[in-house]
């Protein structure tokens, strides 16, 4: 999936839970989102930031405009994965976040279970009024890539 050279790489180790699977004990696909979810969460905050963050105009945030998700292996109920997250982009309008999810437990060791894409933008959310897409500041953009 991947088109050009990661800007930063950050990974994260995960054991399936018992909520992530349908009664077969197969993962469902949502969980893989949650999955991809969850590392972006832990790269932003490795960066010293949040999907909510707050400056002197009030709050930002971080919203998909999509999400894409491939399942190519299905892991199960307790097998550990590692989920790899690449910055892709980050312009100042918009952030593409890739992700491979690969097995690390014995029944699934070394095979690829999943790719996506995350493509986010920045928003500010007035209080009362729908949010609405902004440039993303320079600070944030700076701890994206590691500049700071």
Do not use: W
């Amino acid at each position: 999936m991947q088109t050009h050279s990661p800007i930063a790489t950050f990974s994260n180790c995960r054991r399936v839970a018992m909520a992530d699977t349908d009664a077969s004990g197969t993962v469902h696909l949502g969980a893989y989102i949650r999955m991809m979810e969850e590392t972006e969460y832990a790269f932003l905050r490795s960066r010293g930031l949040s999907v909510v963050l707050t400056d002197d105009k009030g709050i930002l945030g971080f919203p998909r405009l999509s999400a894409n998700i491939e399942v190519a292996h299905p892991a199960h109920f307790d097998d550990e994965v590692m989920v790899q997250l690449n910055l892709l982009t980050v312009d100042g309008k918009q952030v593409v976040y890739e992700f491979t999810i690969a097995g690390l437990s014995a029944d699934v060791a070394n095979q690829h279970i999943a790719s996506g894409l995350f493509r986010v933008v920045c928003c500010r959310f007035p209080n009362d009024d729908p949010p609405y897409a902004i440039l993303t500041p320079l600070n944030v953009i700076d701890a994206l890539r590691g500049d700071t």
